[in-house]
């Protein structure tokens, strides 16, 4: 049974950029560079935003591909490691932000190396399937997960989800999936937690750091409490990430919020994202990684038909104060600490 609306702590993201995305995604911290990337999966460009300084950049590689899905830094060398529509590539590193604008100048880009092309050709070649989110491990392997696009209701589960070792290696982990989505690890890295949205559940599994291989699959959360005890909870759950001391915090897509859940499954926080109809993903940056930073999409995504007059910052990026003194570090207490998301070890 999900808590009442009233026994949730509610706190409220701020608008950072009016970057206006379709389809924002992918959101990740780089903590050496001091930079926020994250993707416009639906115009296939790459955001980069210096948070300090407001400069702002963007690359675009429409001219290569129809998406970009997901991207993770690397750990020894410049740039992503990311997927496209049907590939798993590296991408070069991003153009430097030099303009303070919320329109910068779109850098065309059309080199990114593809790693390899698993998914079935049959679905790729109607143009039904896409890959979606994806994120690395602990020990620096790429997962990657795919969806049959919406418009396509034929109710078959097309979605499949990849591994890519740092050497190469390439290995089919999960099928049967409708829309692959967020995925994480507990800091200790035995736990994996990933969504499929199609059936709107935030599933754990036990994880072998040494293998990259996982076991036990379990439904950690299949409700939510809304933040208005008069309006029904929506939505489904979208993108994620965890914290340093293993909450899991996670966008409800087409619901206007991050919910935030602790280790033992305990609903912490509701995180509300005003005038924005889906928050799409989550992570932490910034100094100490005491920010969370929030993509979101454009309203008409969400199904709803025209409804941007109502939601207008639908599509633009967010953030929220976890600093020492913040409203929600008061609840979240004193060892409270974020994280970073991990890098591709190659």
């Known amino acids: 049974m999900s808590p009442s609306a009233a026994s949730v702590p509610l706190f409220e993201a701020e608008l950072l950029l009016e970057c206006q995305n379709v389809l924002g995604e992918g959101i990740l911290w780089d903590s050496k560079e001091k930079l926020l990337h994250w993707v416009d999966i639906d115009t296939a460009e790459v955001h980069t935003l210096e948070p300090k300084s407001m400069k702002y950049s963007v690359d675009s590689y429409a001219g290569e591909t129809k998406y970009i899905t997901a991207l993770a ?27 303070v604008t919320t ?29 979606n989110d994806g994120g690395c491990d602990p020990k620096g392997r790429f997962f990657a997960g795919s969806m049959a696009l919406p418009e396509l209701q034929d109710g078959k589960k097309r979605g499949v989800m990849w591994r890519i070792d740092p050497d190469g290696k390439q290995t ?8 692959s989505n967020g995925i994480g690890w507990s800091p200790d890295g035995k736990t994996m937690y990933y969504i499929d949205s199609g059936a709107d559940e935030l599933l754990t599994f036990a994880y072998d750091t ?52 602790s280790p033992d499954g305990k609903q912490i926080a509701n995180i509300k994202v005003p005038l924005c109809k889906s928050p799409t993903i989550p992570c932490f940056g910034g100094d100490n990684l005491e920010t969370m930073y929030i993509a979101t999409a454009h309203s008409k995504l969400a199904g709803k038909g025209d409804i941007q007059s109502s939601f207008p910052n639908s599509g633009d ?30």
């Open 210 to 261: 040494s293998t990259g291989t996982f076991s036990d699959r379990k439904v950690f959360q299949s409700s939510v409490a809304p933040i208005d005890a008069s309006k029904p909870t929506q939505g489904v759950f979208d993108g994620l990430c965890l914290d340093g001391v293993g909450n899991i915090w996670v966008a409800r897509w087409s619901d206007e919020r991050i919910v935030g859940f």
């Open 73 to 99: 830094l690397r750990e020894s060398e410049p740039g992503f490691i990311g997927t496209t529509q049907d590939k798993v590539a590296l991408f070069p590193s991003p153009t430097p932000p030099t303009e």
């Open 103 to 131: 329109a910068p100048t779109r850098t065309s880009v059309q080199t990114t190396k593809t790693l390899s092309k698993p998914l079935p050709e049959e679905f790729v070649a109607d143009g039904t399937t896409r890959f």
């Open 172 to 179: 089919p982990v999960m099928d049967n999936i409708d829309t």
């Open 317 to 346: 990026l967010f953030k929220v104060d976890f600093s020492q003194g913040s409203a929600i570090r008061k609840v979240l207490g004193e060892g409270w600490k974020g994280a970073e998301r991990h890098r591709f070890a190659a």
